[in-house]
């Protein structure tokens, strides 16, 4: 399973939740977004155990939004379901963080984080 296709599946999760998502970029113009960012998990994310390929990847979303609550149930959406999610037994996705109140930006949005440790299996995994 390449590696971009689990990165794109994640962004349609998400977006099937209604959200309006962005890759590695937060626009300051729409107030209520989430943001997905991943990156690899450390200098060689990709390993092997048993000659079957493994690699280790950490994704953060953050959510904005103008109103506390409303960013925090979405924040608690995004989190349950990707709490222990699996996609046929080749990707896990685990929570790193609980949800993390980041604070407020200058335009006064509520800020949320949420930290996950991806773990893709098989042999086809490519880099980004």
């Known amino acids: 399973m390449a590696t971009q296709y689990v990165y794109d599946k994640i962004y349609d999760l998400i977006t ?3 959200e309006t ?7 300051d113009t729409t107030d ?10 450390s200098k060689d994310p990709l390993q092997s155990f048993d000659d079957i390929a493994v690699r280790f990847s950490n994704m953060q979303i953050k959510v904005r939004d103008a109103s506390f609550e409303t960013g925090f149930d979405r924040a608690n959406t995004i989190f349950t379901l990707f709490k222990h999610y699996s996609l046929q ?3 896990t996705i685990t929570p790193k963080s609980d949800i993390i109140m980041l604070g407020n930006d200058s335009k006064d949005r ?5 930290n996950f440790k991806i773990k893709m299996i098989g042999t086809n995994l490519v880099t980004k």
């Open 32 to 41: 209520n977004i989430c943001s997905f960012y991943y990156y690899d998990a």
């Open 110 to 114: 509520s800020l949320f984080s949420i």
């Open 16 to 18: 099937a939740l209604g």
């Open 89 to 91: 037994n080749i990707v």
């Open 21 to 27: 998502c962005y890759i590695n970029s937060a626009p």
